[in-house]
């Protein structure tokens, strides 16, 4: 979703961009309208974004031509005039490839169509310890395209680490620093690359298809700790910048540890709750470690640092999401 530009900013000098950027930023305000399961008529998506009849006209024709969106029937007759027709996201003609980079005995692909949603896998294992090079992300997408059944469009690639236009700067579960990964792939493959956070895909797949809305502190928990932040559907990358994993001899000795981890996330995000006045904080992460016991306690700490009549109560909340988190956010 990341490589379909739902995580874009707008641009506020609308008015110097060149003909071809207007038209890149038309489409990117109809595909969101539309995504991920919404049907609007063309005089419907002209209303809600303010184009005028011949830009809509223009930009959803391209779109249609291109497989991104299908036309779905009549819209409900809304008085004498003539009915529209409706328009939707169109996922059966086109292909993403996502890459999910998190796993650490692992690379996971998958072909996905437009959704998100995983319609082909495989996989690359990988020896402990072993430094993952461009080449051996380009070898699995290679194969990924040879099991695709449409048109690949795009890649994205979802990385540990703090990454920056493509490059990761920093992660420590891969050994990397300035790895740049958008340029090669890029190159090789021909095909536009989108390389993000794995915090913020898993986040984007929470929004869309989980519960959540376009404000929320999303918590990835696994071998560290990750997180991103959404205001008004905009990504805006963070991390805990805190690491550690759980492990204890006994259920009683376990509980224990995981109401102490859980206050120790609710005293880390009473800071960004009170200064984003946030609502709502995801977490995510295995049911054995993200559970009521570590919920509770994190909750509790949460509700005494930042209770206040002028904000709304935070409530921190599971993931439902699956396996495929990543890559569907991706």
């Not at 900013?9 to 071809?20: E, G, I, L, Q, V």
């Not at 054995?288 to 009549?309: G, K, P, R, V, W």
Request: contains cysteine; charged residues 20%; aromatic residues 4%.
């Amino acid at each position: 979703m990341s490589y379909l530009g739902l995580n874009t900013t707008t641009d506020d000098h609308a008015a110097k961009a060149s003909p071809a950027d207007v038209r890149r930023k038309n489409r990117q305000l109809i595909f969101r309208l539309l995504f991920p399961t919404n049907q609007y008529s063309r005089a419907e998506l002209g209303r809600r974004t303010g184009l005028s009849r011949v830009a809509v006209s223009d930009v959803v024709g391209r779109m249609l031509e291109e497989g991104l969106l299908r036309e779905t029937g009549q819209a409900p007759s809304g008085g004498k005039g003539k009915r529209g027709t409706l328009l939707s996201i169109d996922i059966d003609r086109l292909r993403i490839i996502s890459i999910d980079l998190t796993q650490e005995h692992l690379l996971h692909g998958a072909v996905t169509n437009l959704l998100g949603q995983p319609l082909r896998h495989a996989e690359v294992t990988l020896n402990t310890g072993s430094f993952v090079s461009v080449d051996v992300i380009i070898e699995l997408i290679e194969k990924m395209l040879g099991m695709s059944d449409g048109e690949v469009i795009g890649i994205g690639v979802a990385s540990p680490g703090v990454v920056d236009n493509g490059v990761v700067r920093s992660s420590t579960m891969r050994g990397w620093n300035n790895l740049d990964l958008s340029t090669p792939i890029a190159e090789h493959f021909g095909l536009e690359v989108n390389v993000s956070n794995d915090a913020t895909a898993a986040m984007l797949t929470e929004r869309f298809f989980g519960q959540g809305g376009p404000n929320m502190l999303f918590v990835r928990i696994e071998r560290g700790i990750g997180s991103a932040i959404l205001l008004s559907d905009t990504p805006v990358i963070g991390e805990l910048h805190a690491a550690g994993e759980l492990s204890a001899a006994d259920v009683e000795q376990h509980q224990g540890i995981l109401a102490r981890a859980g206050r120790y996330l609710g005293q880390a995000l009473s800071i960004p709750v009170g200064l984003l006045d946030m609502a709502d904080v995801c977490v995510y992460g295995q049911p054995n470690i993200i559970n009521e016991t570590f919920i509770d306690a994190a909750q509790q700490y949460l509700d005494a640092a930042t209770s206040s009549s002028f904000h709304k109560h935070t409530v921190i909340r599971r993931c439902e999401c699956g396996p495929d988190i990543t890559v569907q956010g991706e």
